[in-house]
């Protein structure tokens, strides 16, 4: 085996090896993305539950809502977490109209954690 083959095949394994990390990268990515969106959907069907349960129409105003809807023993467990270290925000007390959010990431605005279709929401 000469220097030159070496040589060759140090460089295919070292693009592979690019190529590997370029992949996992835009994974990690995409599971970030998912988990976002999973925990703004989770939120979602709290608010939603939370105003059938108590008879309240999308547009009320319930003092206190974040936390009737996130805490130990409530609809949401715990306060969710960004993956991606974004951070969320709420609607206040408002109980948004269907189509609305009650909570959004900060990263959204860089059009990523997201959901695509807000119309079931």
């Known amino acids: 085996m000469t220097l030159l083959e070496m040589t ?5 394994m070292l693009s592979l090896i690019g190529i590997l990390v370029l992949g996992a990268n835009t994974w990690k ?3 970030d993305r998912a988990l976002c969106i999973m ?3 989770a939120v979602q069907k709290g ?4 105003s059938n349960l108590n008879g309240y ?3 009320n105003v319930v003092a206190g809502l974040e936390s009737k809807i996130i805490g130990a023993g409530c ?10 270290e974004g951070t969320y925000t709420s609607s206040g007390d408002l109980i948004p109209a269907p189509g609305a959010l009650y909570f959004s990431c900060s990263l959204a605005d ?6 695509m279709d807000l119309e079931d929401w």
């Open 8 to 12: 060759l095949v140090i460089m295919i």
């Open 29 to 31: 990515k995409g599971s």
């Open 39 to 41: 925990n703004l959907q």
């Open 47 to 50: 608010v939603r539950s939370f």
């Open 57 to 59: 129409e999308p547009g």
């Open 75 to 84: 609809f949401v467990e715990s306060m969710p977490v960004c993956p991606a």
């Open 110 to 115: 860089e059009g990523e954690h997201q959901p």
